[in-house]
């Protein structure tokens, strides 16, 4: 200690202190003093001090607080790639005493910092305080729920990192509560999503993914659901998760109808067609089995998997023998599979006899299927010649139209078909 004042940087010298240091209360005391006194005259050595002093032994409960707050007065003035020696320090003397007085500096300040910095503190300094020090959990838990002002990128960072390693269900209810009272906003969230970008985040993202999946209609915006960016934002971030996001979507498909998982998958479909072949043959599955599906789910599916046919065109090939078999299963509901899923490829070249065979099951009968034949025709007519669009009519629509008016018991989509066939009737050829 006597001989630091010899050396230009004596940062080397300092951090092996607490190895050399005696046990006594007496030794601890002065060794505190002299490096206050050290810090006092050169704040350049702040976080070298800091981090010597922490690591000193026998720390009674005052000489913690002295050192948190020495850390804290600090903090207001160091450079900002010495905030994470701070930060650990400060988590390392926190206490139910001055709880509040460390978060809110903590808080505070890596509000400011830039995402690299927050990922550091997240992933090396909170990530170990949270895993044996159950008091800053809890002052972090009661910071959030007394707060009143908007939650920062930082303050989302903290969350997903507590959902890594405590109890989902305090978390999920952080979540909800901070949601309620309006100091969670979703460009925040997402913002600090995109700077989550780090595998240690992974599994907390798509936590917080599925938990909005599962409460998309309590989570929104307007009409936003909050699940719908969280979700495209962990495919894309973390590749690792893709087939539990895509799984999870398809399963929400099934369990609860027309939900957030149709936009999320058409919204894959559209701007991540070429990550979403790679998982082609789990959504090829999933059609083939989707007999109780709703119509707009079945869309979805349907969209997601034709928009990877320009990556991979073995799809092609698949997806035409999936075609057949459904249409002519002899089943209504897998019929009805086949002929949504021919509305998406029915302007294609390579699909020219889907028309025909639709057609076939349109000439053979009227049935609940009948309106979505009506729709895929509404979709590819005008790609049509003018004779092959007369030929489709004289053949098929109108003696369909005849059948279906002089028939009473038929069902209400096939008379809301014969309403959707007396409009396109009046169209000009």
Request: one cysteine or more; glycine letters at 2%.
């Amino acid at each position: 200690m006597e001989i630091l004042d010899l050396f230009d940087d004596p940062r080397q010298l300092i951090e092996v202190i607490p190895e050399v240091c005696g046990t006594s209360s007496i030794e601890v005391t002065w060794v505190m003093e002299k490096l206050h006194e050290l810090v006092l005259q050169n704040r350049t050595l702040s976080s070298c001090v800091i981090g010597a002093l922490c690591e000193l032994p026998n720390l009674n409960a005052d000489q913690k607080q002295q050192i948190s707050e020495l850390s804290i007065a600090f903090l207001t003035f160091v450079q900002e790639n010495d905030v994470p020696v701070l930060v650990r320090t400060l988590l390392r003397t926190i206490s139910k005493r001055n709880g509040n007085t460390v978060i809110d500096a903590v808080r505070s300040t890596c509000a400011q910092l830039d995402a690299d910095l927050l990922q550091l503190i997240c992933t090396e300094v909170l990530s170990t305080a949270f895993s044996v020090n159950s008091v800053a959990v809890s002052s972090f838990l009661a910071a959030f729920k007394n707060e009143t002002n908007e939650l920062s990128s930082f303050d989302v960072l903290v969350i997903l990192t507590l959902l890594n390693q405590r109890d989902r269900n305090i978390i999920f209810s952080t979540v909800k509560s901070a949601f309620n009272r309006e100091i969670l906003k979703l460009d925040i969230l997402v913002d600090a999503i995109k700077m989550a970008n780090h595998r240690f985040f992974a599994n907390s993202v798509y936590t917080l993914a599925m938990y909005f999946i599962h409460n998309a209609t309590l989570f929104k915006s307007g009409n936003v659901s909050w699940a719908h960016p969280v979700c495209i934002y962990t495919y894309v971030l973390f590749s690792e998760k893709q087939t539990s996001i895509l799984s999870a979507l398809l399963s929400s498909l099934q369990k609860e109808g027309d939900c957030v998982a149709n936009d999320v998958l058409v919204t894959l479909g559209i701007s991540h067609s070429e990550d979403l072949s790679n998982h082609a043959s789990m959504i090829e599955d999933a059609l083939s089995h989707a007999v109780d599906y709703s119509p707009l789910c079945l869309h979805s599916i349907c969209f997601a998997l034709t928009s990877c046919f320009k990556h991979n065109p073995n799809l092609v090939q698949h997806f035409y023998i999936l075609l057949r078999k459904c249409l002519f299963s002899g089943q209504e509901s897998s019929t009805r599979i086949g002929i949504i899923a021919a509305t998406h490829v029915i302007t294609n070249p390579e699909f020219d006899q889907v028309l025909e065979w639709v057609l076939q099951i349109m000439r053979a009968k009227v049935d609940q299927n009948t309106i979505h034949i009506l729709d895929l025709l509404n979709q590819c007519l005008e790609s049509l010649e003018d004779d092959r669009v007369r030929y489709i009519f004289e053949r098929f629509l109108y003696p369909m139209m005849k059948s279906i008016s002089f028939t009473a018991e038929k069902t209400n989509d096939a008379v809301f078909a014969y309403k959707e066939c007396k409009v396109w009737s009046n169209r000009s050829l």
